[in-house]
């Protein structure tokens, strides 16, 4: 069995799958197997089962990041694990007198809200419609890309300092 031939079978490509899913560029991805990125190439090229391996690996990785940019420009909820503190007391059941007071801790589920992130809905608009969100004026010729200066508090009601 070549070299080849044992990355060719469905272990070998999905380690392939696996290693572009991480992130792994070709380089890494033939660092990886053990082979010079030029045979990597051949072999994206010769054989379409590798090629369709590494190109699965990215597709879930662009998803996996999609989703997770979606979800910070959108908000989210997430569930947290809280430690509370909890009292108890025991009562004398003859007397109904209080016995003692204590303390015990125990772990709660909390659903907490992430808001959304502005900036991240701006990179998602900006590079799913950018001729609508990447623009620098406005229709009107207002340059929205560097510091908005802002009218001094006397002149806002178009008052000048000296005309009081």
């Not at 979800?71 to 003692?100: C, M, Q």
């Not at 590079?127 to 406005?138: A, C, N, V």
Request: charged letters at 35%; zero cysteines; glycine letters at 8%.
């Amino acid at each position: 069995m070549t070299y080849y031939e044992k990355w060719k079978q469905e272990y070998g490509l999905e380690y392939l799958r696996r290693f572009a899913e991480d992130g792994q560029t070709d380089f890494e991805i033939a660092e990886s197997v053990g082979i010079k990125p030029a045979m990597l190439r051949r072999w994206k090229k010769k054989y379409p089962e590798v090629n369709e391996a590494i190109n699965l690996g990215r597709i879930g990785a662009d998803f996996a990041v999609v989703e997770a940019l979606y979800k910070k420009a959108t908000g989210y909820k997430v569930k947290v694990n809280k430690t509370v503190k909890l009292k108890h007391s025991d009562f004398d059941p003859e007397t109904g007198k209080k016995i003692r007071d204590y303390e015990e801790l125990a772990t709660a589920v909390d659903e907490s809200y992430v808001p959304a992130d502005i900036r991240a809905g701006l990179f998602w608009l900006r590079s799913r419609q950018p001729e609508r969100w990447d623009k620098q004026e406005s229709d009107t010729g207002t340059d929205f890309s560097g510091v908005v200066e802002m009218p001094e508090a006397d002149s806002i009601d178009g008052e000048g300092e000296n005309e009081r």
